[in-house]
């Protein structure tokens, strides 16, 4: 079992920065692509970023590529999203998740299906 928690998320004014942290509790010896994922007011829930285990290898949704930076370092069970230069547009709850894989270098893309475990969510507020 796979148990995930996310922090990280409050109101900040547009153009400032964020780092949400998402802690992984799983078993010794055992890997799982990570990502994040949001669902804004009234809107599908959407990927955003993915990344390894190991944390060598990354996938990036198109509107997170530039200000936003998925990041796992290998010897923690803690993945970061940086977000930097935040608009309203952003305002969501962003979601950790996990995708179980064979090996630690596997990063998964943006299908919610292939993610088996999911967090509680994290509020992200951006004002005008």
């Known amino acids: 079992q796979v148990h995930l928690v996310e922090s990280g998320g409050r109101l900040v004014q547009a153009g400032g920065s964020l780092r949400l942290s998402c802690v992984a509790s799983?078993?010794?010896?055992?890997?799982?692509?990570m990502g994040w994922f949001r669902q804004s007011p009234g809107k599908e829930r959407e990927f955003g970023a993915a990344?390894?285990?190991?944390?060598?290898?990354?996938n990036y949704e198109y509107f997170m590529k530039g200000r936003f930076t998925i990041s796992k370092p290998n010897a923690k069970n803690t993945v970061y999203l940086q977000m930097n230069s935040l608009t309203p547009e952003d305002t969501a709850v962003y979601y950790c998740a996990a995708a179980w894989s064979s090996v630690s270098t596997y990063v998964t893309g943006p299908r919610a299906d292939e993610y088996g475990y999911w967090g509680q969510g994290t509020q992200v507020t951006v004002s005008a």
């Open positions: 990344i390894s285990w190991s944390g060598s290898s990354t």
């Open positions: 799983v078993r010794a010896y055992t890997f799982y692509s």
